[in-house]
């Protein structure tokens, strides 16, 4: 299964790189930065000030890359294909 999704890509001032994603199968927010991971599961509010959980989806990645932004965070939005390999033969 080949899907797109979004990224959000962050560099940290102190030269440390972290991905956002949503997961095209399960649906859900992950992120590659235990730190990052943590504060994300709490919410995140958006311009607005309301509140928005991972569970929004693509609502969610955009709050977070306005949130990072504000903070003074180089963001950057991207798209990229996520492959799923999935075996349908076994040994016998």
Do not use: E
């Not at 299964?1 to 399960?26: F, H, I």
């Not at 235990?34 to 504060?39: E, I, K, Y």
């Not at 995140?44 to 949130?67: E, I, K, M, N």
Request: include cysteine.
């Amino acid at each position: 299964m080949v899907k797109d999704t979004n990224v959000v890509l962050v560099q940290y001032p102190r030269g440390a790189t972290a991905l956002v994603w949503l997961d095209p199968a399960s649906r859900a927010v992950l992120s590659s930065h235990a730190g990052l991971s943590a504060m994300l599961h709490q919410g995140v509010r958006d311009w607005d000030g309301r509140l928005v959980f991972p569970d929004r989806g693509q609502d969610f990645l955009t709050a977070v890359y306005d949130r990072l932004f504000i903070n003074g965070c180089s963001v950057q939005w991207m798209n990229a294909t996520a492959t799923v390999t999935v075996q349908r033969s076994y040994r016998v």
